[in-house]
């Protein structure tokens, strides 16, 4: 069973707040991921990283930003949250050789 | 630009029935995945493809993938309630880039 645990859960902020979700690992694996999904529709690559201090912006611009200064942690800020972020967060990660993406649980976010 | 296409999106199908998911991407990529997610749930990988020919079965899924077709099937055999979810294919276009995922196939098992 993979191990990569998403900090909340479930989250309803008000807009204009600056929130994190956080994501961490203890697989060792270098590539971590966010993707956000809408209930029942396709995942879309916001950003992703190879190792530390390695970030890029996947397809989305979704008006965030990531960190990677340790291997197992990579968290997801959004500066200031309006009510089209209100998706859910999905965060990954994977070895260098295989790329099989394990997932973590998922956070729900609601700005309102 | 990596596209992953899947067909059906929505599959209703009656318990006992048979039946084949296709995915298709449009560039040479000898990576593909399967995913399930249920509703309201995270993803589960099921399968890892990893070179043309490239056969997994578990329980009633089975997944292939043809590269040089650019193409994966994930077939249902004698479906079941319990398949009822959502399935995703996700194509690596190289080693270091990220999952390019397809809209996903809604599967409903009715009785």
């Known amino acids: 069973e993979a191990d990569i645990y998403q900090t909340p859960r479930y989250l309803v902020i008000g807009t204009g707040k600056k929130i994190t979700l956080e994501c961490s690992q203890t697989?060792?694996?270098?590539?971590m991921y966010w993707y956000q999904q809408d209930p029942g529709m396709e995942l879309h690559l916001i950003h992703y990283s190879y190792g530390v201090n390695s970030t890029e912006k996947g397809d989305l611009s979704s008006e965030s930003t990531v960190s990677r200064i340790r291997t197992e942690h990579f968290p997801l800020t959004l500066e200031s949250a309006r009510p089209s972020h209100t998706s859910q967060y999905l965060c990954a990660s994977s070895d260098q050789v295989l790329t099989e993406a394990f997932f973590g649980q998922g956070t729900r976010l609601t700005v309102v | 630009e990596l596209k992953v296409e899947q067909n059906p999106l929505f599959l209703s199908m009656q318990e006992g029935k048979n039946y084949t998911i296709y995915c298709n991407y449009s560039t040479t990529s000898d990576r593909l995945y399967w995913y399930r997610q249920d509703p309201g749930k995270s993803l589960e990988s099921l399968f890892v493809?990893?070179?043309?020919?490239a056969v997994k079965q578990e329980g009633r899924l089975m997944a292939s993938l043809d590269t040089k077709a650019r193409l994966s099937t994930l077939h249902i055999t004698a479906a079941v309630h319990d398949l009822s979810a959502t399935y995703f294919c996700a194509v690596e276009l190289n080693s270091g880039y990220a999952l390019n995922f397809g809209k996903g196939t809604s599967l409903l098992v009715t009785p």
């Open positions: 493809l990893l070179s043309n020919g």
């Open positions: 697989m060792g694996h270098d590539k």
